[in-house]
């Protein structure tokens, strides 16, 4: 396809097709939403179950399993595709932050808090991973919020407020380890969601094989080893609730941005304190079913959130799943691409407008 300095301009390019738009549902990319939605469903399940595993494993030896469950989750797909020598390098800086500080350091926070924390309260506390997320989209990364967004974060930092500040002191500690691993994949969000040189697989497995071991190596030097028990329980939840779920987001996220995909992302609290109350048997607290509600009217405010203008996208070559009738990907093949596929492509300079979120193609300024 052309990818000369002059930009082509599309669909949207004067006020009376801008205002055609105005009243139209915007379309939504089922797909990612489906991964997100599967990814919040795994992970959610795994939080009460890494809330038993706390009990009897130390953090690093469990942050060590779960992400090593992870990495064992996807090595198959990995050894079929694995990463290129050129995309570790273009990506090798934004990966480094994802597997320090979404693979290493959150795991083990999130691992300390579940031992001092009951499992439903530490879920309805991960909720907060959305509200990290939206702000350092937004400030960091220049996601477009705007103010549903706003209004639904907002009412998820209450939800936060009403579980952590309502306990007992002794519990404090533990509310506010897992507010910290929120924080530290939030960083992990908006970096892993824009890092389309590589595949979600290959971040999942990095994180896996660096984060993971070292973490393991870590918890197995302080402490006495778990059971086997404990160890194939640990690698089980981190191959569903850290490998899969990873890999989904990740992929769901590159369609919907960070900020909405951690939206989507947001029921995996939900299903974490339902599986609490009725698998384990915890009692429903007024303060949990208080934060609860809250979370859930912020994640209902956020939907629909998507945005229209006319904007300009640069010339730029990446990696991601697409389809050909999303007026952006017009390129060529030997033989066209039908449905959704992958390859490396490139794009070249467009202005046009279009109901839009903030996909890879959508990381723009906003006035």
Known sequence: MPVDDEPRVLIG???????????????????????????????GASAPAAS???????????????????????????LRRPPTLQSLRRGGGRLGVAVVVG??????LLAAGLARTPAATASLLLNLELVATVLLAAVVFHEHIGSRVALGTTLVVAGGAVLAWSA???????????IAACACW????????????????HITMAKGLVAGVANLAIGLIVT???????????????A??????ITLWVAGARDLGAARAQLIFAIAPFVGAVVAWSVLGEAVTLAQGAALVLAAAGVVAVMGSAHLHEHHHDATEHDHEHVHDDGHHDHLHVERGVGRHRHRHRHGVLVHAHPHVPDLHHRHEHA
Request: charged letters at 10%.
């Open 186 to 201: 939030a960083v992990d969000n908006c970096v892993t969601a824009e890092l389309d040189e590589l595949a979600p697989h």
């Open 52 to 78: 038993e595993l706390a009990g009897e494993v130390d953090a690093f030896t469990l942050g060590g399993l779960l992400y090593v469950g992870a990495a064992l989750a996807v090595l198959p797909v990995t």
């Open 103 to 108: 693979g290493a350091i959150a795991p083990v």
């Open 224 to 238: 006495a080893a778990p059971s086997i028990g404990s160890v194939v329980a640990g690698l089980i939840v981190g």
């Open 168 to 178: 007992p002191p002794e519990l404090r500690l533990g509310a506010l380890l897992v």
């Open 13 to 43: 390019s004067d006020q009376a097709e801008l205002d055609a738009w105005i009243g139209h549902p915007v379309p939504v990319n089922r797909t990612a939403v489906v991964r997100c939605v599967v990814a919040a469903v795994l992970f």
């Open 240 to 245: 569903l609730g850290y490998g899969l779920s």
